[in-house]
């Protein structure tokens, strides 16, 4: 049986697709259950492992025995093991393993990153039942500009935060885990995990919490997110918009309606309130679009949303279940347009911006429509300057850009009216948060 360090190995030598698509084949051909065992814990994003560095290792131990590796990995996932008491068992376990197993395969597993080319998706691809690896997503809303058919009848309005998307489980054991929208956990909003953990024993069964956190400043949180160090993040509050039982997310449907569900959050919400300062309940009103009071109050809540200085609103089905997938169920309404694109170059700038970032070349494609648009508005001469050090860091990485509207060019292709660059939306080339 192929040593799963020697694998990793094999699989980084080789930037092909199909050279590894091989190797996975070839391994389940081979039945490499420790193989396996290891990527389902580096991917899956349910198990967290709650350590934020573990070093690398130079020089040979006598080896680490894998069932000491998963004991103690349980330990961690558990949190029987935190803290120093977790650091001293990691570096016990680095102590004794060899160098290649444990930077090739043990220490990617703790810090979840295989860094050899190959996701979940990948193995899923090709791997039988029992190696199936579960693909973190939660419920996503669609523009409701483009499904305007949907805008009506009975629907709940509440507004739409320009904040970080966060997903809490939390255990009645007092566990809480935090996610991105894509899977990521989140490490450095301990203050709102420490308010969750004191009412965690209230509840039946593990439930996830839905929503969004907000700081004084986007940009500001943005640094915070993922910070190993020098975290300040105490001002950040999470604003819940939805909560639902982990087995229910972990299946991809739940069984009550949105109307339930809220009412459910904000009764819990309420009972503990007093003691939860950072972490509040997005307000919701029922509202009846097919009646001309409802259309009022609708353009009202738009306004009041728009000035308050929030993004737009969010229109929900009240008598649909929450699905971990992109659904007409919940629609974002903007007084702009905003997509997300890859940034493919940087253009020089003229005048003061001479020898300086002018655009950025942006592509990208949204609602099925192929987007290049130099992007040049909302760039501050500081991130200018900074992004003309380093322009092969840029490239790749996702910008949203808010916009008037799509626009056809002549020659058929499509760019953006009035273009600004709003920010990046990740801390690696293609990611979004």
Known sequence: MNKPWDIIVELESDNSRLAKDAIIKREVTANNAEFFRGFRAACDCMITFGIKKIETKKGDGKGLNSEIFWNTAKKLADRELTGNAAQVAVNHMRMNATEAEWNNWYRRILVKDMKCGVSETSINKFAPAQYQIPIFTCQLAYDGAKHESKVAGKKL???????????????????????????????????????????????????????????????????????????????????????????EFRDGRSELDQVTRSQLLAGWHNLYASHMPNIAVVEQELVDLDTAEGSTRFAEINKAAIDGGYEGIMIKDPFAVYECD????????????????????????????????????????????????NVGGGLTDKMRSVIWADVDAVKGQLVEVRADAVTQNQDGSYSLRFPRFLRFRGFEPGEKL
Not at 175 to 191: M, T
Not at 232 to 246: Q, Y
Not at 348 to 362: D, M, P, R, Y
Request: proline residues 3%.
């Open 326 to 373: 992109r659904t007409v169920a919940w629609l974002k309404i903007k007084p702009f347009i905003e997509v997300t694109l890859g940034v493919v170059d940087v253009e020089e700038g003229t005048g003061k911006n001479e020898n300086n970032t002018g655009a950025l070349v942006c592509e990208g494609t949204d609602d099925g429509v192929f987007i290049r648009v």
């Open 157 to 247: 309005i509440e507004v739409k935060l320009d904040g970080v998307r966060v997903i809490t489980i939390v255990y009645p054991d007092g566990k809480v885990d935090q996610y991105s929208r894509n899977g990521k956990e989140l490490l450095n909003f301990e203050h709102i995990k420490q308010q969750f953990a004191k009412h965690a024993v209230f509840l039946t069964e593990p439930m996830v919490f839905d929503g969004e956190v907000m700081s004084s400043s986007f940009q500001d949180l943005m640094k915070q997110v993922h910070r190993k160090s020098n975290v300040e993040a105490n001002d950040a509050v999470l604003h819940l918009f939805d909560m639902l039982p982990l087995s």
